[in-house]
């Protein structure tokens, strides 16, 4: 079980981090920062939201922009 686990380490410790890594990293060390990139609400999705998700999808909407 150790070899495995050293021989995944070092292949995972090889990647470089990402871009979007960098840039939380970055915005951890700032105040007054506020940030939106991860985590879920705490309220439900009203319901116009909703509606105009649904709407889209119907339309075929489904890529990113």
């Known amino acids: 079980m150790n070899r495995v686990r050293n ?6 410790a090889s990647v470089p981090p990402s871009g979007i890594r960098r840039f939380f ?3 951890a060390t700032m ?11 705490d309220f439900t999705t009203p319901e116009p939201i909703v509606q105009a998700g649904i709407e889209a999808l119907k339309r075929g909407e489904t ?3």
């Open 25 to 27: 990293d970055i915005a």
């Open 7 to 12: 021989f995944v380490s070092q292949r995972i």
């Open 31 to 41: 105040e007054d920062v506020i940030s939106l990139g991860i985590g879920e609400p």
């Open 63 to 65: 890529h990113y922009t």
